[in-house]
């Protein structure tokens, strides 16, 4: 059983579509999975078609009120979901001053691991108690990332944060990979900062590389993964592609 947290500090930066449709391949693909949502906006709980306001999420997990397998739903063969809701905000800041908050959430997996082959997290756009105890729970970290100024500024933080918590916490922790997203081959700019990117983290970069496309945002709003959506499209092939590079590299 593999832990995968996907993270990126900055907000916007497909995460959650990211999460969402690897979710989806590695179920597909006879792997059983589970998606966790830290992110009090819950993206990923509204994406996978669960009405968020009205289910038990995983603030209720950390609160003591319910126990991790009553807060499992099913979105369909092969994979689960644990659902998030605005509660988490108020609730983290008061978390945090806890002993051993980091490992929260890694105490809780622990009892469920043996039910699933991979288990997905999806972060918050913060370097916060969420995106703490999902590095904290995670064996194999994704950062994804836009190839844009702003989004390659806030990487060293991030390395930083990573590396915090591996030292700290969790010195199992590995980066998979970086993955660039919402990418357009045909802008100049971007093709320079995927230059600047390859030459500085080198292979650490995935060598595929999610385009912006239109389904992929269709596929969320309509509740699916884009493979579902339109299996034909740029997106479908590209998140099929980088499932696979992912495999082979766990
Ligand atoms: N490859 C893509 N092409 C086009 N649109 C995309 C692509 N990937 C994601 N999007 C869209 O970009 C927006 C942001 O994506 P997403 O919600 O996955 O990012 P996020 O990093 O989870 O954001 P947040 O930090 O707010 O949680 C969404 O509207 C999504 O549908
Ligand atoms: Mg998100």
């Not at 589970?34 to 009405?51: E, K, P, R, V, Y």
């Not at 997203?181 to 999610?210: A, M, P, R, W």
Request: proline letters at 1%; aromatic letters at 8%; one cysteine or more.
């Amino acid at each position: 059983m593999k832990v995968i947290a996907v993270i990126n500090q900055k907000g916007g930066e497909a995460k959650t579509t990211t999460v969402r449709n690897l979710s989806y391949i590695f179920s597909q693909n006879n792997k059983k999975v589970l998606t966790i949502d830290m992110d009090a906006q819950g993206n990923l709980t509204t994406n996978s078609g669960i009405l968020k306001r009205e289910v038990n999420t995983i603030v209720d997990v950390f609160t003591g009120s319910k126990n991790i397998n009553d807060v499992i739903i099913n979105v369909h063969k092969n994979l689960d979901h644990i659902p998030n809701n605005m509660e988490m905000s108020d609730f983290s800041l008061f978390l945090e001053k806890s002993a051993g908050w980091t490992k929260l959430l890694k105490d809780y997996i622990k009892t469920i691991k043996n039910d699933y082959d991979y288990i997905f997290i999806d972060c918050p756009p913060a370097l916060d108690f969420c995106t703490y105890n999902s590095l904290g729970a995670a064996d194999e970290v994704i950062i994804t990332l836009q190839a844009e100024e702003n989004s390659v500024e806030g990487i060293s933080d991030l390395i930083r944060s990573i590396n915090m918590i591996r030292e700290r916490d969790n010195e199992n922790l590995n980066v998979l990979g970086i993955a660039i997203t919402k990418f357009k081959k045909s802008t100049n700019l971007q093709n320079q900062f995927y230059n600047l990117l390859k030459n500085h983290f080198g292979d650490l970069v995935f060598e595929t590389v999610i385009r912006d496309n239109i389904k992929i945002a269709e596929a969320n709003y309509n509740h699916k993964s884009v493979v579902q959506f339109d299996k034909n499209s740029n997106g479908a092939k590209d998140y099929i592609a980088l499932s696979i590079e992912i495999l082979n590299r766990i």
